[in-house]
């Protein structure tokens, strides 16, 4: 199957329909080069008109968070930590000093840093410890990066743009502060609380051992950005129109079914090669058709490390009409790639209205019942 029918029917469905419940609308910086050196610029590509984040730039620069003015704003210069000190103090929340203000802020410590600037630090610990008491294995900024999320912080850039997204560790722009201000300066208290509630909701069932590597695997994810026809963590290259060879090389992320393909497909789990050999297509509409009407598992009936399918008419939907995929981690929650990037989401609002049905990849390789 040609990439460019797996990429439409995935890419588009996936970043239209992100974080749309109603109720939802700091780790230590790595270590990078600072600016104005080769390894600290931002990949670009020429383009005319007005930048992306447009709206947000003049929104900060109209509040006094970023300066100086609209027309020198240099939106694609990376980020100090002096300048995203300055910002946060301009908001009116308490900030240290950084000790090194010209060191570049990379994107992973730019959502700690808003997300402790929205007073919800202990909700992203919280996130974090529940999946390692789990017996997961989280990376530092599992509940930093969700709860980045679940406020909105992060966007997608539309297709033939991928080139802007930027991985955890890679330098933050000054347009992506901008935009990232300008919704957390502009956010409703309810909607924080929104997500204080929610998140303190969070638990992790008892986990089998292949539940338990299946999700530590799908976790590790969380924080890279939706990449359209993206399936990897690293570099790659996806089919775009217009680039050469109809090749554009894009940093890492994953579009919705891509995720699940990475975390089941592309790298076999020890002791079990025949997990790897179960998902046949690359598509949600292959994947969640592959399995008869029998095998499908029901909403309540859903395990960890199930594959989630959902579509236009929720469980009356056929395998043409799902359009977006996850893992389910367990409790209401699941795990999935959307426009804000990979993140835990719970089921509730979009999601749980338009949840068609589940596949157990585990119990289809033999590995449990």
């Given at each position: 199957m040609g990439r460019p029918r797996l990429t439409l029917l995935c890419g588009v469905v996936c970043a239209a329909?992100?974080?749309s419940t109603p109720a939802l609308a700091a780790d230590p910086a790595d270590s990078v080069a600072p600016p104005g050196t080769a390894a600290s610029q931002l990949a670009t590509t020429t383009r005319t008109g007005p930048n992306w984040a447009a709206t947000q730039i003049a929104t900060v620069v109209q509040a006094g968070l970023m300066g100086p003015d609209v027309p020198s704003f240099r939106p694609d210069d990376a980020l100090t930590r002096g300048e995203l000190h300055a910002a946060i103090v301009a908001l009116g929340k308490p900030h240290r000093v950084p000790t090194d203000p010209s060191r570049v802020v990379t994107m992973r410590e730019l959502d700690a840093q808003l997300v402790a600037a929205a007073g919800l630090l202990p909700s992203a610990r919280q996130i974090r410890l529940t999946a390692q008491s789990a017996g997961l294995t989280p990376t530092d900024m599992l509940g930093t990066e969700t709860v980045a999320r679940l406020l909105g912080l992060r966007t997608n850039h539309p297709v033939g743009q991928e080139d802007l997204e930027r991985s955890p560790k890679q330098p933050a722009s000054r347009a992506e502060a901008a935009y990232s201000l300008a919704k957390l300066s502009l956010i409703d208290p309810t909607r924080v609380d929104a997500v204080r509630q929610v998140v303190s909701a969070f638990s992790v069932p008892a986990l089998g051992e292949w539940q338990r590597l299946v999700l530590s695997r799908a976790l590790?994810?969380?924080?890279?950005?939706?990449v359209f026809a993206g399936m990897s963590e690293k570099q790659q290259l996806i089919w775009s129109t217009g680039a050469p060879n109809n090749q554009l090389a894009v940093p890492g992320g994953f579009d919705c079914s891509g995720f699940v393909w990475r975390v089941f497909k592309l790298q076999p789990f020890d002791g079990a090669p025949s997990l790897a050999d179960v998902l046949k297509g690359r598509t949600?509409?292959?994947?969640?058709?592959?399995?008869s009407r029998a095998q499908r598992i029901a909403p309540d009936a859903l395990q960890p490390a199930d594959v989630l399918f959902f579509g236009t008419r929720g469980a009356q939907s056929?395998?043409?009409?799902i359009g977006h995929s996850g893992i389910y981690v367990g409790n209401g929650w699941f795990v999935h790639s959307s426009s804000g990037g990979v993140t835990l989401q719970p089921l509730q609002g979009w999601y749980a209205d338009e949840l068609a049905w589940g596949r157990r990849p585990l119990a289809e390789a033999g590995l449990t019942a």
């Open positions: 329909t992100a974080f590790r994810f969380v924080g890279y950005p939706y949600t509409y292959a994947m969640s058709g592959e399995v056929k395998p043409t009409e």
